[in-house]
């Protein structure tokens, strides 16, 4: 069973192109979720999605930033006129379902974007 | 709110020693509280994780500690070695089933 696949690994863009980051979640998972390091920072919350459905994008900056988790395919998280301040580590999750028992989450490789 | 620390920040100890890693956190309404392991410029390692309902986990050489009441985890290692030096990452699942991270530990195992 392979884990959650991101990609690319890297990724680089000039100021004002757009990005697009993919996230497998492993087989038989349903929800994702995007997390930020930014550099010398600790992880943040971005959004979580599950098949077809935001649940929550609480940390989603309002502009540029928007995801999808299609009922084909895998998840995007796309960085419309990318700025320098969004060069980071974007890290996708993945868990089998919800509900009030405890799931863990379960991470990709990560994909590392720098703006130039 | 929910609130990470992790501390120290960084620590700096020789081969073979134990020591023990800090977490705290400020809302006790946790689903589980998860250690990592992240080494420079790579992905995150998951270590550990232990249910609201548990009190520790164990796996080879770590031993992880939850209170959930006080809001607090401790990772401890045994037997250091060079190979542990890293940054561990602490991280709650709060009840929005997103992860709140610590700033992490930079450890460093000399040899």
């Known amino acids: 069973n392979a884990g959650v696949m991101q990609n690319p690994r890297h990724l680089v863009r000039r100021r004002g192109q757009e990005a697009r980051l993919r996230c497998s979640p492993m087989k038989g998972h349903s929800h994702v979720y995007w997390y930020r390091q930014l550099p010398e920072e600790g992880l943040k919350f971005m959004v979580y999605l599950q098949k077809e459905n935001i649940i929550d994008e609480s940390g989603m900056p309002k502009e540029r930033f928007s995801a999808e988790f299609p009922k084909e395919g895998p998840s995007i998280l796309r960085i419309q006129q990318v700025v320098r301040g969004d060069s980071a580590a974007y890290f996708c999750?993945?868990?089998?379902?919800?509900?009030?028992?405890?799931?863990?989450?379960?991470f990709g490789p990560g994909t590392r974007l720098t703006v130039t | 709110k929910q609130e990470v620390t992790q501390i120290p920040a960084a620590l700096s100890v020789p081969e073979g020693e134990n020591l023990v890693l800090n977490c705290s956190f400020t809302?006790?309404?946790?689903?589980?509280l998860q250690w990592f392991r992240q080494d420079p410029g790579k992905g995150l390692t998951s270590l550990l994780l232990?249910?609201?309902s548990q009190r520790e986990q164990t796996s080879g050489r770590l031993n992880a500690s939850l209170d959930k009441s006080s809001g607090r985890s401790t990772l401890y290692i045994a037997a250091s070695q060079p190979g542990d030096s890293a940054t561990y990452l602490c991280a709650v699942e709060d009840s929005n089933y997103q992860l709140i991270w610590g700033a992490g530990t930079k450890l460093i195992i000399k040899p």
């Open positions: 999750a993945s868990s089998p379902s919800r509900g009030p028992t405890s799931y863990e989450q379960y």
């Open positions: 232990i249910q609201s």
């Open positions: 809302d006790s309404a946790i689903y589980n």
